[in-house]
């Protein structure tokens, strides 16, 4: 019985993931087209409308689990789910981001001498440098705000006072200005990739411009796919976990987290898919910078915030991942294979946990 029920939970935790990918499909076709609508940059697509709509239901997940817990233990959940996620997407996102970029390198270099092309247009060790300096320094604007609040909000997991959960409004200020910048167009490098044409809206294949209500329309139910699946992939991985002699614990702090920035990391391999790597890796840093403040904000306002060693590790890893990656961006030394070595700080996280849960 036993073991019909662990087979019973992987089909639905791989239906799930296969409903994830394919919403994320749908959903970051509808949200360029959404971008277009509002006129905004073209980074700001993946920074701010891609890294919302992904992470607000993580965001309501946070929020019920810190406003309705009966207690103090329930309300850690959201504190854990604050951490964990920028820790995920700083490690594992970036890091598939890499292999994935890795890969189409090498498929694109076999088409090319399939086709009795050179192979030097696409490197297959994976050495080219990601973008122009200027996409660097703009993606390492994004990290240096992500790092400045992280560091900020760790800070305040180590000490107690008396009005600290006011602090939570602060996190929210933080992340309307960063949301005003990206919107208005700052620091958006627009070129190109702004003029390039979109492929045809999902639900209106043969419309060469769709309407706006169907635009509209496939966000909105894409995202509610996006929702529901993960939620559902999350419960199975919670109740996998103790079937194969994990505790709890593991499960919340290793594979939840995971669990829950997978739409980020669909979306990612997407866009790479589709050759849009500027869009790909703003997605990540947005959807960064959004489990940075809000989250965090909601955590201080209804909880202790009160960090523990598991948490403080967690906070530890991720803010050097991100110096990892700051110093490859400003020496413009950031390539796929470099980014992919980012996913070998999660494998840090998961070795350091072990003498703290022991």
Not at 332 to 349: D, E, M
Request: aromatic share 10%; charged share 15%; proline share 4%.
């Amino acid at each position: 019985m036993a073991e019909e029920n662990i087979v019973w939970h992987f089909v639905l935790l791989i239906t799930c993931a296969v409903a994830i990918y394919l919403s994320c499909e749908w959903f970051v076709n509808a949200v360029e087209w959404l971008g277009q609508r509002l006129n905004v940059g073209k980074m700001a697509v993946g920074t701010i409308l891609a890294a919302f709509g992904t992470a607000l239901p993580e965001s309501v997940v946070t929020l019920v689990a810190v406003t309705t817990g009966a207690t103090e233990d329930a309300k850690n959940i959201g504190v854990g789910a604050a951490m964990g996620g920028p820790l995920a997407l700083a490690t594992v996102a970036y890091g598939v981001t890499g292999v994935m970029l890795l890969y189409r390198k090498r498929i694109i270099s076999r088409e090319l001498v399939g086709a009795g092309g050179p192979p030097a247009a696409e490197s297959l060790s994976g050495e080219d440098a990601l973008g122009t300096r200027e996409d660097m320094a703009r993606l390492a604007r994004d990290q240096k705000w992500f790092l400045g609040v992280f560091v900020f909000k760790v800070a305040l997991g180590l000490v107690a006072f008396a009005f600290k959960p006011w602090l939570g409004l602060l996190f929210f200020a933080v992340y309307a200005l960063y949301f005003w910048k990206e919107m208005s167009g700052g620091g958006d490098s627009h070129g190109s990739d702004d003029d390039e044409e979109l492929e045809p809206l999902k639900i209106q294949p043969n419309a060469k411009s769709p309407a706006t209500w169907a635009v509209l329309a496939q966000t909105a139910a894409t995202l509610v796919v996006i929702f529901v699946a993960s939620q559902l992939f999350v419960h199975q991985l919670d109740a996998i976990g103790p079937m194969l002699g994990l505790s709890g614990t593991v499960t919340a702090l290793l594979l939840s987290p995971v669990a829950t920035e997978l739409p980020e990391i669909m979306n990612a391999i997407i866009w790479v898919r589709q050759g849009k790597v500027k869009l790909a890796l703003a997605n990540i840093s947005g959807a960064m910078m959004i489990q940075a403040t809000v989250p965090s904000g909601l955590g201080l306002l209804f909880t202790s915030w009160h960090f523990d060693h598991a948490l403080t590790w967690s906070g530890g890893v991720t803010m050097v991942a991100i110096g990892y990656l700051l110093a490859l961006m400003a020496a413009h030394r950031l390539t796929p294979a470099r980014l992919a070595v980012a996913g070998l700080f999660y494998v840090v996280f998961a070795i350091g946990l072990v003498p703290i849960l022991a």
